[in-house]
């Protein structure tokens, strides 16, 4: 259903906004990508509620005003068109996954844009953590409850990263000082505890790739709100394809907590 | 206009809750203590993003349901009575300072838990950062202006401690790790740069106490939301008074990102 694009690793985030049409993992690198949700603001109080009772899946890094496709983390970015592919709802249920959102988008639309583990995979990667997955990492279907916020509800999604014994700790620390990106993981070990039986088959993304000795991390995932439309099933709303993130001009570092002076 | 009351230390976050009148600085140690206020639901939307939108200032802990005076942060609490002493405040004018609140509660009033700096005294000194400052910290109206939401906007608040230079750097690097409780400073040095003209007459609480090599050290402040009501001017609110907070059932710790494992 995606046509993947063969992307120059220099392409800055405007270029990537305006060329990319596949996933985006790995291109613009050092900068933030962002999970899209766009919600009728009759629903809008519901989905910010929501975000605040479950910062870890919904880290909001910003909101747009109702109607307006822009965002303070991409000033010359148009939101209706710069994500490299949509999903479309209604009642719950997928209705189309066009490359333009412009003919669904409404008036009354407020977009919100959430943290990615994107974000954090880079610092990961630069405390000598090594990264297992391919192109996209694997997410599942938990069997937690998000806290529910008005007519939204729904389970939480994490993503797995396979990761050295050796070198859980240092994940943990790394990540927890990215709280607007997911922060630390929500569980580290057996997969049954959250309902998962069997990791080879996530429910989105590629399958794992371990290494002797390593051990599944699991941390809160930017899907959550899928699950969460799928479950609630409001009439309408609009959100980036699963890996088609939306480039912001952000730089990661601005996540950082500790390396911001 | 407050009556002190003399706590015996070892109270804990309920007995607090039921028995104190005056500030609560000090009392229940360990335990964290939360600003109040509370919106109508008509309101509640501009107040949740303007929080999003300054989450320095205004780190929210908890939101509360329509006319729900319970909060997860104190299961057993009653927002309506277990604030020392509250503002009731019609059109951005205060004109009442009760100790209960029930007779002003509305149902349709939402309320916002946000965080203190109380929280992060308690991890400063621990870290050897001495606070000169006696009961009240001092609270300075700033020239910076908050990003606004809706029909909220106002100038941001902060507290200030006066700080050892040699310690400056533990002091951002030990709040940094408590994004929840108003994070790193927002400004450190010449309080000109906030339009602080004389930090002898703060806009709320005491006067500062300096010592030879001391730095003025600047946070944002959860009276932030009170000063906005006066700049915004909504139908109506009830704040907590400052220095009288809603002491919680969540020990301090858990706001501090590098300590939760």
Chains 1, 2 share one sequence.
Not at 181 to 188: L, N
Not at 251 to 256: F, L, M, R
Request: hydrophobic share 40%; glycine share 8%; net charge negative.
């Amino acid at each position: 259903m995606t046509q993947e694009t063969t992307q120059v690793s220099h392409d800055g985030p405007a270029e990537v906004r305006a060329r990319a049409t596949g996933p985006t993992a790995g291109l613009a690198p050092g900068y933030t990508q962002a999970n899209l949700i766009a919600v009728p603001r009759d629903l809008a109080y519901d989905m910010l509620l929501f975000a605040q009772r479950n910062p870890k899946p919904c880290p909001v890094l910003d909101v747009s005003d109702p109607g307006s496709p822009r965002t303070v983390l991409a000033p010359d970015a148009d939101l209706r068109t710069d994500v490299p592919r949509y999903r479309v709802w209604r009642d719950g249920t997928l209705v189309d996954e066009p490359t333009d959102a412009t003919p669904h988008w409404r008036d009354d639309l407020v977009a919100f844009l959430i943290g990615c583990s994107f974000t954090f995979e880079a610092a990961l990667v630069a405390a000598g953590v090594p990264l297992r997955h391919g192109r996209n990492v694997p997410m599942y279907v938990t069997n937690r409850e998000c806290r529910p916020a008005g007519r939204l509800h729904g389970p939480m999604v994490v993503s797995l990263r396979m990761i050295p014994e050796s070198l859980v700790d240092t994940a943990i620390r790394v990540t927890a000082l990215m709280p607007a990106v997911h922060g630390s993981p929500v569980h580290v070990g057996d997969p049954g505890a959250l309902g998962i039986a069997d990791l080879a088959t996530p429910d989105f993304g590629d399958a794992p790739v371990a290494e002797p000795g390593d051990v599944p991390v699991f941390w809160a995932c930017g899907v959550t709100p899928q699950a969460v439309l799928m479950a609630s099933r409001p009439p309408f709303a609009i959100t980036h394809a699963p890996g088609h993130m939306f480039v912001t001009d952000v730089e990661d570092s601005e996540y950082q907590l500790l390396s911001q002076r």
